[in-house]
């Protein structure tokens, strides 16, 4: 099959570019600016992958020419919740840009529309059904201060997901799916470091950046919400859930699922364990007695199972993908050494507030 993956130079729309292309598919993945180079140079060993620059998706009138002898679209470009820009511009991304995308694909003849969320777009403390929603508007984040960005990141979150959800009942002869992501934690694709190339650009690393900030002794910076699953569990839900048929029986408002990992994250038995697994970082490691201990999401782990096929006993275990992400950025920063970079520390802030 052909596919087209938005947001292919970030952390999990490269995941999952790799899982389409490891079992033969052809592979259009988009990104913007200089990433698209480097996303090429990232899959430049596999025949069946072609890196395109997207246009703005709120202004270009039609992104058919892109999407040509594409069967399945897999969407999961987004503003970072760092982007301070105008807040029209996300607004007008979120309703127009959402809807152009959506309207280009079907006009190319994409019957099959998968889709990255976010646990955000739901109450902090549920419920979380496919008809729940976070009541978090663009007014919302006009009012916040530049403290309470997130709201704008929220905002837009929510309100895509609701336009995706109103074109989907809109032309119900588009399958459209929804999935809505934890925390994604796990280790980057191989060659990712060509996407990170300089520490500057540690937000590139995604929710990642919260392990290598780990490495950093004097560290404060932690993340605040509930919630999380491997990069790997969360690319084959992407993957399978493009063929799995089940999904075709629910009425179209009703194919949106969020997706956490059956357990807690523990960060200061992460920091202990990453000591115990790696003791060469012993010295690196933060305080552990100033990491967070989160719950686990309210997931309905027998409907992932059911309608995205990663089984109960497949999923993978907070140590297992805090440790292979940290090894992931040890290659990075390897990396970066050979590029003759001698200070291989993040910024000393956060990227997400």
């Known amino acids: 099959m052909a596919y087209f993956v938005t947001g292919a130079s970030g952390l999990l729309g490269a995941q999952i570019v790799k899982g389409l292309l490891d079992a033969g598919n052809a592979v259009r993945g988009a990104a913007r ?68 995308i959506m309207d280009s694909a079907r006009r190319a003849g994409i019957k099959n529309i998968i889709v990255t969320g976010t646990q955000l777009s739901y109450d902090r403390e549920g419920p979380f059904g496919p008809r729940d929603w976070r009541l978090t508007t663009f007014e919302d984040a006009r009012k916040a201060t530049e403290a309470q960005h997130f709201v704008v990141y929220i905002a837009q979150k929510v309100v895509s997901e609701q336009t995706i959800m109103n074109w989907a009942e809109r032309h119900p002869d588009t399958r459209v799916v929804i999935l809505d992501t934890t925390y994604i934690f796990g280790p980057f694709v191989p060659n990712y470091k060509y996407i990170v190339n300089h520490p500057k650009l540690y937000g590139s690393e995604s929710t990642n950046y919260f392990i290598h900030f780990l490495l950093r002794p004097e560290n404060k910076v932690f993340v605040v919400y509930h919630g999380w699953v491997d990069i790997r569990n969360l690319a084959d839900a992407h993957i399978n859930a493009v063929h799995n048929t089940a999904i075709d029986d629910l009425p179209p408002r009703d194919r949106r699922f969020l997706i956490g990992a059956p357990e807690g994250h523990n960060w200061q038995q992460a920091i202990s364990h990453i000591k115990e697994a790696r003791p060469a970082l012993a010295d690196r490691l933060c305080n552990p007695e100033l990491a967070p201990i989160f719950p686990m999401q309210v997931t309905d782990l027998d409907k992932t199972e059911k309608y995205l096929g990663i089984k109960k006993e497949s999923y993978i275990s907070f140590e297992d993908s805090i440790v292979d992400a940290v090894d992931s950025i040890l290659d990075i920063e390897a990396y970066w050494k050979e590029q003759g970079i001698t200070d291989i520390g993040l910024p000393n802030e956060p990227l997400f507030n």
């Open 33 to 100: 600016g200089e990433k698209v180079s480097q996303l090429a140079k990232v899959f430049e060993s596999y025949e069946k992958f072609t890196a395109v620059e997207i246009p703005d998706l709120s202004s270009c009138p039609d992104l058919g020419s892109i999407f040509q002898g594409i069967e399945v679209l897999i969407h999961v470009a987004a503003f970072l919740p760092s982007f301070r820009g105008d807040i029209g511009i996300v607004e007008k991304y979120s309703t127009e840009g959402t809807e152009n």
